[in-house]
């Protein structure tokens, strides 16, 4: 089946299926930035904290992602790791405004970047809540996530807002080439 | 070769016999494995369903999960709600209801159920609300609790039915958040869908159970509208019956039963199961009449030559139920019935032939037997119990039919058959042997056969004991030797022991074997069983080789038995204190207590009395014999020195029913002390009452004095507690008087949600009805085995007779019962049963006085055509002043 699977997607026919595992803080915006990823139709006016985990899928770049939305509330955060195991990419939600909390988004990030299931997945980070003038910047959270460590997967980061969509859409191209040029196995 | 063969062949048989079942072979590890494919990017939603369905049946098997197993199918499963595939999302709705997450998981799928809740498809909507509601905490019910009241009165009647549904869950935990949808449940009851009208009736029936009015009120208002559902139809029957049934408990029978009419236009209803719950409903009515009782019958009737085999069954049933307190109204279907014998169905043919049983006369008695041994050796061993029962009352009832039933039941004794279905033939039997002594000399031939080839011990052993005590007194009782020493040679240790006893019963009543039966005995003293030794030497001694004892003593040293319950000794021993006097056998009361028959059926028995006296529905379990008194009693510390409780009453209800706190009174009468029992039910969910006690007053009762007052430290809501006084008499004499009582009590508020009682509360007090120690509290009830006998043995100098008129009366039984309750005691001989249409009866009663002054009574009354009733009063006993105490109770009452 395989085969016929390369065969096809050769062709451009049948989308590719990715899970994509969409995590960070509570409040960071990970609802905000699924429902700006959807048509524009189905978005809604507004986003409610999320309870458990919610779905989303969308089509871009020929790939169709399913978007497992984790809640980010802090008794939470232990199910995340029920959803690595099927998890193609992962979006990092950083809230750039709330300095505070950084090192706890830290250690967090620190548990899943060490995870054997996520070894080689590739990361892409949204310094989000750009739009507030205190933010901190795509590099400055870098540094302080010191990303830069990270030799063996494909990252990125870069700044957002989700309630604009800006930089959003940046984020989704460079992860569907992540994905494209990744060898099949 | 050889070896391979076999087991071809095996797999072939069994290839036949299962035809392949979908679920052949599945194994918890190897499901599990397989489950990985929910993780697979590219789901395959076909093998997806298809290990759902292996993981449920598994669950279903029994099969349980480790903690962690779950986890990771859960999880697992929760991924699947990325499919659009709507037969998949089904099963994953089946899946996460069965595996019930726990409760720190269920808040994983919370989100996507709710979002599946407000979803554009039915299907989803539906579903979910079902899952939802079964895995959801209260906590979060709230916030769905909107989405849920829509829902019930959602446009799609598949939606509806599941909010309903899951209402009718949801009430078990969270009641008031149900009982917040009463409108809406209201509007559904009204709704086009059938099945939303009878989850909507349900669940408003649900919502309004406690309260009885409001059931009522619910009737009243649906047998008027029109219940389109025949489901919501049925469902409106039962109710109907109930309300029927507590409203008879109110105001006893007499006028237009309510509601009847509406039960017999059901009987004309479309749907079959509406007239057969209509027609069931009536035949089960408490008092019907035969007038009522006819177009049920009738309907019924028709039923029996449907086609349906289900209708065939029912209507059957309910007729075989309807012949044990109707028969003649039944006896219109005999025709219709007699061709059910040979239905394809047994328990149809089974039903049908102990019905007519149950109603035929005598001279289809013979005609059926035949008909009967046909398709005996067909049925399975419950169905044979069944006849064999229904085959006794009949015998029962026809005494001179005994011969043919009598060789009935020999014959199919010897057939093949479970130790259960023998019981039940051998028990019938022995009951017939007692109750018909022509009988007696077949059924004990029968019976010896029976031993001959008998594989049960305990129906060997209860057989040769019933020989030894009815043998000797036949005609001829040496031929029943052979067949007891046979046992002593061939059979176990058990049987061999009885059968000596057996033996030796005859050697003591029948002199002229006496000398052989001391032969056969010697023999068994070289038997290699301890028992049987032991029993063999005893009965030699007895017998007479020593002389000792008259040949009179022997027998009855040997058929005496104990004429007091076990149960009721056993009570009586531990009370008994090691002291001068010697335990006396004689007080030890004689009314046989149900103690040892199953609790089960107490209980049961318990809760029909509740129900029949209207209490409360979490109300009082009236614990009913004295020995349950007697325990309860004895483990208070306070009540330990009073002595030996004599007698205790029924319990009194001191309050209305339905008041706030119900309260009934169980007087204990002791030598020289009286305990009041209270039992008090808090019927206020809000309301936790502290330190409840109850004040009585002692002013209008000059002999009485108060000792001690027991307070109940706390009473919640719903279950019964008990509080005691103890008041103090002097020794011996019969003191009365009336009591005022108040109970007092602390209340403090409870929290619904929370049900944490608020620290602060208040002293509050409630009136209570007065209580009397009446002449009857200190009237034991105690039976005599020969009135006669009783009677003629006290001094007729000492009977007290007088001759009272009781006024008008609606029947002589009425008149019988009231007196035997005012007198409180026990009517022997069977003599409480006044026969319909007599116009006259004696009723003989016993009882033991206080002190141990055994009394005995003997009231003869008529009736007149004014049912006027008219009773004449003769009392004996060994003290005169006793006699004229109970002339006094009559007298004043």
Same mark, same amino acid.
């Given at each position: +089946?395989?085969?016929?699977?390369?065969?096809?997607?050769?062709?451009?026919?049948?989308?590719?299926?990715?899970?994509?595992?969409?995590?960070?803080?509570?409040?960071?915006?990970?609802?905000?930035?699924?429902?700006?990823?959807?048509?524009?139709?189905?978005?809604?006016?507004?986003?409610?904290?999320?309870?458990?985990?919610?779905?989303?899928?969308?089509?871009?770049?020929?790939?169709?992602?399913?978007?497992?939305? +984790?809640?980010?509330?802090?008794?939470?955060?232990?199910?995340?790791?029920?959803?690595?195991?099927?998890?193609?990419?992962?979006?990092?939600?950083?809230?750039?405004?709330?300095?505070?909390?950084?090192?706890?988004?830290?250690?967090?990030?620190?548990? +899943?970047?060490?995870?054997?299931?996520?070894?080689?997945?590739?990361?892409?980070?949204?310094?989000?809540?750009?739009?507030?003038?205190?933010?901190?910047?795509?590099?400055?959270?870098?540094?302080?996530?010191?990303?830069?460590?990270?030799?063996?997967?494909?990252?990125?980061?870069?700044?957002?807002?989700?309630?604009?969509?800006?930089?959003?859409?940046?984020?989704?191209?460079?992860?569907?080439? +992540?994905?494209?040029?990744?060898?099949?196995? | 070769?050889?070896?391979?063969?076999?087991?071809?062949?095996?797999?072939?048989?069994?290839?036949?016999?299962?035809?392949?079942?979908?679920?052949?072979?599945?194994?918890?590890?190897?499901?599990?494995?397989?489950?990985?494919? /929910?993780?697979?990017?590219?789901?395959?939603?076909?093998?997806?369903?298809?290990?759902?369905?292996?993981?449920?049946?598994?669950?279903?098997?029994?099969?349980?999960?480790?903690?962690?197993?779950?986890?990771?199918?859960?999880?697992?499963?929760?991924?699947?709600?990325?499919?659009?595939?709507?037969?998949?999302?089904?099963?994953?709705?089946?899946?996460?209801?069965?595996?019930?997450?726990?409760?720190?998981?269920?808040?994983?799928?919370?989100?996507?159920?709710?979002?599946?809740?407000?979803?554009?498809?039915?299907?989803?909507?539906?579903?979910?609300?079902?899952?939802?509601?079964?895995?959801?905490?209260?906590?979060?019910?709230?916030?769905?609790?909107?989405?849920?009241?829509?829902?019930?009165?959602?446009?799609?009647?598949?939606?509806?039915?599941?909010? =309903?549904?899951?209402?009718?869950?949801?009430?078990?935990?969270?009641?008031?958040?149900?009982?917040?949808?009463?409108?809406?449940?209201?509007?559904?009851?009204?709704?086009?869908?059938?099945?939303?009208?009878?989850?909507? =009736?349900?669940?408003?029936?649900?919502?309004?159970?406690?309260?009885?009015?409001?059931?009522?009120?619910?009737?009243?208002?649906?047998?008027?509208?029109?219940?389109?559902?025949?489901?919501?139809?049925?469902?409106?029957?039962?109710? &109907?019956?109930?309300?029927?049934?507590?409203?008879?408990?109110?105001?006893?029978?007499?006028?237009?039963?309510?509601?009847?009419?509406?039960?017999?236009?059901?009987?004309?209803?479309?749907?079959?199961?509406?007239? *057969?719950?209509?027609?069931?409903?009536?035949?089960?009515?408490?008092?019907?009449?035969?007038?009522?009782? &006819?177009p049920a019958i009738t309907v019924l009737q028709l039923?029996?030559?449907?086609?349906?085999?289900?209708?065939?069954?029912?209507?059957?049933?309910?007729?075989?139920?309807?012949?044990?307190?109707?028969?003649?109204?039944?006896?219109?279907?005999?025709?219709?019935?007699?061709?059910?014998?040979?239905?394809?169905?047994?328990?149809?043919?089974?039903?049908?032939?102990?019905?007519?049983?149950?109603?035929?006369?005598?001279?289809?008695?013979?005609?059926?037997?035949?008909?009967?041994?046909?398709?005996?050796?067909?049925?399975?061993?419950?169905?044979?119990?069944?006849?064999?029962?229904?085959?006794?009352?009949?015998?029962?009832?026809?005494?001179?039919?005994?011969?043919?039933?009598?060789?009935?039941?020999?014959?199919?004794?010897?057939?093949?058959?479970?130790?259960?279905?023998?019981?039940?033939?051998?028990?019938?039997?022995?009951?017939?042997?007692?109750?018909?002594?022509?009988?007696?000399?077949?059924?004990?031939?029968?019976?010896?056969?029976?031993?001959?080839?008998?594989?049960?011990?305990?129906?060997?052993?209860?057989?040769?004991?019933?020989?030894?005590?009815?043998?000797? %007194?036949?005609?001829?009782?040496?031929?029943?030797?052979?067949?007891?020493?046979?046992?002593?040679?061939?059979?176990?240790?058990?049987?061999?022991?009885?059968?000596?006893?057996?033996?030796?019963?005859?050697?003591?009543?029948?002199?002229?074997?006496?000398?052989?039966?001391?032969?056969?005995?010697?023999?068994?003293?070289?038997?290699?069983?301890?028992?049987?030794?032991?029993?063999?030497?005893?009965?030699?001694?007895?017998?007479?080789?020593?002389?000792?004892?008259?040949?009179?003593?022997?027998?009855?040293?040997?058929?005496?038995?104990?004429?007091?319950?076990?149960?009721?000794?056993?009570?009586?021993?531990?009370?008994?204190?090691?002291?001068?006097?010697? *335990?006396?056998?004689?007080?030890?009361? %004689?009314?046989?207590?149900?103690?040892?028959?199953?609790e089960k059926k107490k209980e049961k028995k318990a809760?029909?009395?509740?129900?029949?006296?209207?209490?409360?529905?979490?109300?009082?379990?009236?614990?009913?014999? &004295?020995?349950?008194?007697?325990?309860?009693?004895?483990?208070?510390?306070?009540?330990?020195?009073?002595?030996?409780? *004599?007698?205790?009453?029924?319990?009194? @209800?001191?309050?209305?029913?339905?008041?706030?706190?119900?309260?009934?009174?169980?007087?204990?009468?002791?030598?020289?002390?009286?305990?009041?029992?209270?039992?008090?039910?808090? &019927?206020?969910?809000?309301?936790?009452?502290?330190?409840?006690?109850?004040?009585?007053?002692?002013?209008?009762?000059?002999?009485?004095?108060e000792v001690a007052s027991i307070p109940l430290k706390?009473?919640?809501?719903?279950?019964?507690? @008990?509080?005691?006084?103890?008041?103090?008499?002097?020794?011996?004499?019969?003191?009365?008087? %009336? /009591?005022?009582?108040?109970?007092? *009590?602390?209340?403090?508020?409870?929290?619904?949600?929370?049900?944490?009682?608020?620290?602060?509360?208040?002293?509050?007090?409630?009136?209570?009805?007065?209580?009397?120690?009446?002449?009857?509290?200190?009237?034991?009830?105690?039976?005599?085995?020969?009135?006669?006998?009783?009677?003629?043995?006290?001094?007729?100098?000492?009977?007290?007779?007088?001759?009272?008129?009781?006024?008008?009366?609606?029947?002589?039984?009425?008149?019988?019962?009231?007196?035997?309750?005012?007198?409180?005691?026990?009517?022997?001989?069977?003599?409480? @049963?006044?026969?319909?249409?007599?116009?006259?009866?004696?009723?003989?009663?016993?009882?033991?006085?206080?002190?141990?002054?055994?009394?005995?009574?003997?009231?003869? /009354?008529?009736?007149?055509?004014?049912?006027?009733?008219?009773?004449?009063?003769?009392?004996?006993?060994?003290?005169?002043?006793?006699?004229?105490?109970? @002339?006094?109770?009559?007298?004043?009452?």
């Amino acid at each position: +089946m395989g085969l016929f699977r390369r065969f096809l997607r050769a062709l451009g026919l049948g989308p590719e299926k990715v899970g994509v595992l969409i995590v960070g803080l509570d409040n960071s915006g990970k609802s905000t930035l699924l429902n700006r990823l959807r048509p524009k139709k189905a978005r809604t006016a507004d986003v409610v904290p999320t309870i458990g985990f919610q779905v989303e899928s969308f089509l871009k770049h020929g790939i169709q992602f399913t978007a497992f939305d +984790m809640s980010g509330a802090g008794r939470y955060r232990s199910l995340w790791e029920a959803y690595f195991k099927d998890a193609q990419a992962v979006i990092f939600v950083i809230d750039a405004t709330d300095l505070v909390r950084m090192c706890v988004a830290k250690d967090e990030l620190e548990l +899943m970047l060490r995870h054997p299931d996520l070894r080689k997945v590739p990361f892409l980070f949204y310094a989000n809540k750009s739009d507030v003038p205190k933010c901190w910047t795509a590099l400055q959270c870098a540094q302080a996530l010191q990303l830069d460590e990270n030799k063996d997967k494909p990252w990125n980061i870069l700044a957002s807002n989700a309630l604009t969509g800006e930089g959003v859409e940046e984020g989704i191209d460079w992860l569907a080439e +992540m994905i494209k040029s990744k060898p099949t196995n | 070769m050889a070896l391979v063969n076999p087991r071809d062949k095996k797999d072939e048989d069994r290839d036949d016999e299962t035809e392949y079942s979908p679920f052949f072979g599945i194994e918890k590890g190897a499901v599990l494995q397989e489950a990985r494919v /929910f993780n697979d990017p590219q789901l395959d939603t076909r093998r997806c369903q298809q290990v759902i369905t292996k993981l449920l049946y598994l669950l279903n098997q029994g099969e349980s999960f480790t903690k962690t197993e779950a986890t990771e199918v859960f999880f697992a499963t929760t991924k699947l709600f990325q499919s659009k595939d709507i037969a998949l999302r089904r099963m994953v709705y089946l899946m996460i209801k069965e595996i019930t997450p726990s409760a720190d998981e269920v808040i994983i799928v919370t989100s996507s159920l709710m979002k599946d809740m407000n979803s554009k498809t039915d299907l989803y909507r539906a579903n979910a609300i079902r899952v939802l509601c079964r895995i959801i905490d209260g906590g979060l019910l709230g916030q769905i609790e909107r989405y849920l009241k829509q829902a019930v009165v959602d446009k799609n009647p598949i939606v509806a039915s599941a909010a =309903l549904v899951s209402g009718i869950h949801l009430l078990k935990n969270n009641p008031e958040i149900v009982k917040r949808w009463s409108n809406e449940v209201q509007e559904a009851v009204n709704s086009k869908a059938p099945l939303v009208q009878f989850h909507a =009736l349900a669940l408003l029936h649900q919502i309004r159970q406690n309260d009885r009015l409001a059931v009522s009120k619910l009737v009243t208002s649906l047998t008027r509208g029109n219940v389109r559902s025949p489901l919501a139809q049925c469902l409106l029957i039962r109710y &109907t019956v109930q309300v029927i049934h507590e409203a008879s408990g109110i105001s006893s029978s007499g006028g237009e039963r309510p509601f009847y009419e509406f039960l017999e236009g059901c009987l004309r209803h479309k749907a079959e199961m509406v007239i *057969f719950e209509a027609a069931r409903a009536i035949t089960q009515l408490e008092g019907v009449t035969s007038r009522e009782l &006819t177009p049920a019958i009738t309907v019924l009737q028709l039923f029996l030559s449907s086609s349906k085999p289900v209708l065939r069954f029912a209507a059957v049933r309910t007729l075989n139920k309807v012949a044990m307190t109707h028969p003649l109204a039944v006896t219109n279907c005999n025709i219709d019935m007699e061709s059910l014998i040979s239905d394809q169905n047994r328990s149809i043919a089974t039903l049908a032939i102990t019905t007519l049983l149950k109603t035929g006369n005598e001279s289809s008695v013979d005609r059926l037997m035949k008909q009967i041994t046909n398709f005996m050796s067909d049925i399975a061993d419950e169905f044979k119990i069944t006849v064999v029962e229904a085959i006794r009352s009949l015998c029962l009832k026809f005494p001179q039919k005994y011969r043919t039933l009598m060789n009935f039941l020999s014959n199919i004794l010897r057939e093949e058959g479970g130790f259960e279905y023998k019981k039940a033939i051998v028990d019938s039997i022995l009951i017939l042997i007692r109750e018909i002594p022509d009988a007696k000399e077949s059924g004990l031939s029968h019976l010896c056969e029976f031993i001959e080839d008998c594989e049960f011990t305990y129906l060997s052993t209860q057989i040769l004991h019933l020989l030894g005590n009815e043998g000797p %007194k036949t005609a001829d009782p040496s031929k029943y030797i052979r067949y007891i020493y046979n046992r002593v040679i061939l059979e176990n240790a058990t049987v061999r022991a009885s059968a000596v006893s057996a033996l030796a019963k005859f050697g003591a009543m029948v002199d002229f074997l006496q000398p052989r039966i001391m032969v056969l005995l010697r023999r068994c003293l070289h038997d290699n069983d301890d028992e049987v030794r032991d029993r063999a030497t005893l009965y030699l001694q007895v017998l007479g080789d020593t002389k000792d004892i008259a040949p009179d003593g022997a027998a009855a040293f040997l058929s005496e038995t104990l004429n007091v319950p076990l149960a009721n000794l056993e009570a009586s021993l531990k009370a008994y204190e090691p002291s001068e006097k010697p *335990f006396n056998i004689a007080a030890v009361s %004689k009314e046989a207590k149900p103690l040892t028959i199953a609790e089960k059926k107490k209980e049961k028995k318990a809760q029909r009395e509740a129900a029949a006296t209207g209490a409360h529905a979490n109300g009082v379990a009236p614990a009913v014999s &004295t020995s349950s008194y007697e325990n309860l009693l004895n483990a208070i510390p306070e009540f330990a020195s009073i002595g030996k409780l *004599f007698k205790s009453s029924k319990p009194v @209800q001191l309050t209305e029913e339905e008041t706030e706190y119900a309260v009934n009174v169980v007087k204990h009468t002791y030598p020289a002390h009286v305990v009041f029992q209270f039992n008090a039910t808090n &019927t206020i969910q809000e309301q936790l009452l502290e330190n409840v006690e109850v004040v009585m007053d002692t002013s209008l009762a000059d002999e009485f004095e108060e000792v001690a007052s027991i307070p109940l430290k706390s009473l919640p809501y719903g279950s019964p507690g @008990q509080t005691f006084v103890l008041l103090a008499k002097p020794e011996g004499a019969v003191a009365l008087g %009336k /009591f005022g009582n108040v109970l007092k *009590f602390k209340v403090k508020e409870v929290d619904p949600a929370s049900g944490e009682p608020d620290e602060e509360g208040y002293e509050d007090e409630y009136a209570l009805e007065d209580v009397e120690v009446t002449i009857g509290d200190y009237i034991q009830r105690t039976s005599v085995s020969n009135f006669r006998n009783s009677w003629e043995a006290l001094d007729p100098g000492l009977e007290k007779v007088d001759e009272y008129g009781l006024g008008p009366r609606e029947s002589l039984q009425e008149a019988v019962k009231a007196v035997i309750n005012t007198l409180g005691m026990q009517p022997v001989e069977g003599t409480d @049963q006044v026969p319909s249409n007599a116009r006259s009866h004696t009723a003989l009663l016993a009882g033991t006085f206080i002190g141990n002054v055994p009394v005995l009574a003997r009231l003869s /009354f008529g009736i007149d055509a004014q049912k006027q009733v008219a009773m004449k009063l003769a009392v004996r006993s060994e003290d005169e002043s006793v006699s004229e105490l109970i @002339q006094d109770i009559i007298a004043s009452s």
